[in-house]
């Protein structure tokens, strides 16, 4: 089956592997990020068409960054967990938002009337909700670039850093989970890595998403990802997409 390079999206991860690729031969597909993605915005000289964002203790330290995008973009969708129940954000973030619509919540998970994931509750994974978020939208061909799984969580990775529960207070930009050091710098606040609970969603939902033929690939070398769709180098993606030629 060839790939109709009008229904090939990508997700866009921020794992350190992202520095690996040019994320700028990206900027002709439709691509969703994550949390602070945007910090890299400029330096790919492009903005992807969706952002996505669930994890509530990311969310109280952007929020005011995500409602100034919101208004600077207009070609972007965003998609950002709304929970004022669980205190997920203060009552008055994203107040001056345009786009009301935008927000969704964890007790009825659908996206602008999308009634998506199946009647599954939003999953704790930004990358494979944005697989979800990337079929609904009606993509049947999707690769990801950054998508790592691999977490440090050790003394050494959090002798900066403040453990409340489930919620991290970084004191300094030392991140060396994500592609650069200030992602989660100083004076975020981000939940807590779980690589186990991480990789058995992404596990359970290639699976089904295999079975159900939706085309997934990973672009991300020595990612565990590569167990459960298949493997292929970015630039061997770019360049047989654009040619219609990549086969499953």
């Given at each position: 089956?060839?790939?109709?390079s009008?229904?090939t999206?990508?997700?866009?991860?921020?794992?350190?592997?992202?520095?690996?690729?040019?994320v700028?031969?990206?900027?002709?597909?439709?691509?969703?990020?994550?949390?602070?993605a945007?910090?890299?915005?400029?330096d790919w000289?492009?903005v992807?068409?969706?952002?996505?964002?669930?994890?509530?203790?990311?969310?109280?330290?952007m929020?005011?960054?995500?409602?100034?995008l919101?208004?600077?973009?207009k070609?972007?969708?965003?998609?950002v967990?709304?929970d004022?129940?669980?205190?997920?954000?203060?009552?008055?973030?994203f107040q001056?938002?345009?786009?009301?619509?935008?927000?969704?919540?964890?007790?009825q998970?659908?996206l602008?009337?999308?009634?998506?994931?199946?009647?599954?509750p939003i999953?704790?994974?930004?990358g494979?909700?944005?697989?979800?978020?990337?079929?609904?939208?009606g993509?049947?061909?999707?690769?990801?670039?950054?998508?790592?799984?691999?977490?440090?969580?050790?003394?050494?990775?959090?002798?900066?850093?403040t453990?409340?529960g489930?919620?991290?207070?970084?004191?300094?930009?030392?991140?060396?989970?994500?592609?650069?050091?200030?992602?989660?710098?100083?004076g975020?606040?981000?939940?807590?890595?779980?690589?186990?609970e991480?990789?058995?969603?992404?596990?359970?939902?290639?699976?089904k998403?295999?079975?159900?033929?939706?085309?997934v690939?990973?672009?991300t070398?020595?990612?565990?990802l590569?167990?459960?769709?298949?493997?292929?180098?970015?630039?061997?993606?770019?360049?047989k997409d654009?040619?219609?030629?990549?086969?499953?």
């Open positions: 089956m060839q790939i109709n009008k229904k999206a990508f997700v866009i991860g921020t794992g350190p592997s992202l520095n690996t690729i040019d700028k031969k990206l900027s002709d597909y439709d691509c969703v990020t994550f949390n602070r945007y910090i890299a915005f400029d000289g492009f992807p068409r969706y952002y996505l964002s669930i994890d509530g203790n990311d969310i109280r330290s929020y005011k960054d995500i409602n100034l919101v208004k600077k973009h070609n972007t969708d965003f998609f967990v709304d004022p129940s669980n205190n997920i954000h203060p009552e008055d973030s001056d938002c345009e786009k009301k619509d935008f927000l969704f919540d964890y007790n998970p659908n602008h009337n999308f009634e998506y994931f199946y009647g599954r999953q704790g994974n930004a494979y909700m944005g697989v979800k978020l990337l079929e609904a939208l993509y049947r061909n999707i690769g990801f670039v950054g998508c790592d799984c691999h977490y440090l969580d050790d003394d050494e990775y959090n002798k900066d850093i453990i409340r489930n919620e991290y207070i970084s004191h300094a930009d030392t991140d060396m989970n994500h592609f650069r050091k200030d992602y989660f710098g100083k975020m606040h981000f939940g807590s890595p779980n690589p186990d991480i990789l058995a969603i992404w596990e359970q939902g290639l699976k998403d295999r079975a159900a033929n939706l085309n690939f990973s672009c070398p020595d990612s565990p590569n167990k459960f769709c298949d493997y292929i180098d970015f630039e061997d993606f770019i360049r654009k040619l219609q030629t990549l086969l499953y």
